[in-house]
């Protein structure tokens, strides 16, 4: 179980971060897309989420 959560922040927490170096905000205007701490920490939580529900 321990291992499911593990990979379930690492997995989601790199995805969080490609998602902000690869599309990301160009403006700088959106909260989550420009700010990389943001974006780790949402994928980080989505990625916490979805091995909680299996």
């Not at 599309?23 to 974006?39: D, H, L």
Request: proline letters at 4%.
């Amino acid at each position: 179980m321990i291992l499911k959560i593990v990979l379930g922040v690492l997995i989601g927490g790199g995805l969080g971060f490609a998602y902000y170096y690869f599309v990301g905000c160009q403006t700088g205007t959106c909260p989550i897309q420009s700010n990389p701490y943001a974006s780790t920490a949402y994928g980080t939580a989505l990625g916490l989420l979805i091995v909680f529900m299996k």
